[in-house]
Structures are given as C-alpha cells and as structure tokens.
C-alpha cells in the first residue's frame, strides 16, 4: 500500500458490515477485512476497530516524508513507529518504512480487537494479515501457491506466527525482483510485510534480457523507491533461470530465519516454488479462513 491523502473534500473513515458478519472498513489506499469469532461481544470489538481505524490513514500522510526515506528520522505515531522499526532489521540494505506500512495498519488494529471471549480474530489489509488466536484456536489462509501445491497455511495459538504478508511484481506495489509472489508467515505482520519486500527483491536474475524494468518515479512520481528500476514484465524463463532466481531469494529468506525475524516464506515464480521454515499445510475447512 502507498498511503496518500484522501482527496480533498473525498470520504472519510467508511465502515459496513459484509453479509457473513466480517467487517469491511476502508479510507483511502487502505482496505481492512475484520473477522471476529467467539461467543464475546462482536460488535463491540468492531466498535473498537473503527475507532482505532478513524485518523490513522491522517497520522501516517502527516509523517509521509519520514516514511518514504530510507534515513532513519523520528516519527511520532504508532503506527509509523512501528513501521520503522520493522524494517530497522534489514538495513543497511535499501529499505523505507513503507515497505511495512500494510502490515503495521493491520497490527495497530488488530491490538484493539482482543475482549472477553473473542477467541479468533484476523485483519486483513490487502493480503497482509494480523493474527489473533486465543489457546486451542487456529486460523488457516489462503496463499498465493501454484497449481498443485498445497494453497493454505494453517497457523495455531502455540505457533510463533501471528503476521503473514505478500509480496510480488506482480503485487499492488513494486519490486525490485521477479518472483511472481513471496509470502512470508513472522511474529507480526509489519515484519511480515517487510520480509516479504525484501525476499521478493531478492529473487531476481540481474541484467537478464527477458525482464523489463523502469524507474519508480517513471511509474509513480511518489514511489518511495524513486529512480531505482522495478520490474514491469518477466517473459517465460527456462528452468535453470527460474532455478537461479529462487535460490537467491531461498538462502536470503533462510538468513531472515537463522535471524529469527521470519518464522517461513514460500516463493513462487513461473510455476517453480521454494519453501523455507514452516512448512505449508492443506487447507483445513474445520478452521475459519482469513
């Protein structure tokens, strides 16, 4: 997500609730998916989430220059404080707090939700997602796998996960590599959404004549990337290409493991896969879906 400002005179915060009982709220770039199961007050953990969720697209364009640096500045905000510090880990290498900004959204919400009796609850912003589970709870997602493979990952109350994040270039943002998607299971979605950035940038074949690639600023003219080159077509690959580039990105998500910052990645390109971590499960249609 690149955040902006609404346009001027635009809507505000807009909150309904879907037919299966989830809540949709939106603003701007931003877009949350709520799910919210137990025998406790629903309604009133959705209360708490559009409160949470009024201001919080103001509070991140207020410190937007700050953010779409890769130099460390201070931020006030939560939520800005909290995508800087996720990405904080993976410097020196370019990075800027808007590689977390979609993970970060769906935590600070998430950490309003908890209540008596909510045993289960996910925000989903976009495809990154935040995770509450209460003891013997367990939620499964769906993930971007090709034909064949397993395409969900369940994520129990004793697993370490509690953020799962996408990223691609063929993703709502721009890469700087080729993997058609990298999905990344961390303690927390801002990290998740961080990791996964980097990961995807990292599966790439550089200076091959089948990937076309141009300036940020060319494709966006706020891209907190700015002049550096992201992928805009990757024509069919051999196998030893598709091979080359997922095992860059494969021993760059293991050192994102052997670290502790990730808990697993699966990377996905041209019909070729690597998995790294915890493994990826079948779906489990007993367990709610995010």
Do not use: K
């Amino acid at each position: 997500m690149r955040a902006q400002a609404a346009p001027q005179g635009g809507p505000g915060p807009q909150a309904a609730l879907l037919p299966d009982g989830r809540l949709h709220l939106h603003h701007g770039p931003i877009d949350l998916i709520i799910g919210v199961f137990g025998p406790g007050d629903i309604a009133a953990a959705h209360a708490r989430a559009m409160a949470r969720f009024d201001g919080l697209l103001e509070g991140l364009v207020a410190e937007l220059p700050a953010l779409r640096s890769a130099t460390p500045h201070p931020l006030r905000g939560p939520v800005a404080r909290a995508m800087a510090a996720a990405v904080a880990p993976f410097r020196p290498a370019f990075i800027t707090p808007m590689a977390a900004v979609a993970g970060a959204v769906a935590d600070a919400v998430l950490a309003v939700l908890p209540g008596p009796g909510i045993t289960r609850a996910y925000v989903n912003n976009g495809g990154d997602i935040a995770l509450l589970l209460a003891e013997g709870q367990a939620l499964t997602a769906a993930i971007a796998a090709r034909p064949g493979l397993p395409d969900r990952v369940t994520i129990a109350h004793a697993d370490p996960v509690r953020g799962i994040a996408t990223s691609g270039w063929r993703g709502r943002s721009f890469s700087l590599g080729i993997a058609d998607a990298v999905t990344v299971l961390a303690p927390n979605a801002a990290t998740a959404d961080a990791a996964a950035t980097m990961i995807a940038n990292a599966v790439d074949l550089p200076g091959h004549p089948a990937i076309a690639r141009r300036p940020a600023r060319d494709m966006d003219a706020d891209s907190d990337l700015g002049q550096r080159l992201v992928t805009i077509a990757v024509a069919p690959l051999g196998p030893t290409d598709c091979a080359a580039a997922l095992d860059a990105g494969a021993a760059f998500a293991d050192t994102l493991c052997q670290r502790g910052l990730i808990n697993g990645a699966a990377l996905f390109l041209q019909g070729a896969t690597r998995t790294i971590g915890q493994p990826l499960l079948a779906p489990n249609p007993e367990q709610p879906r995010a």
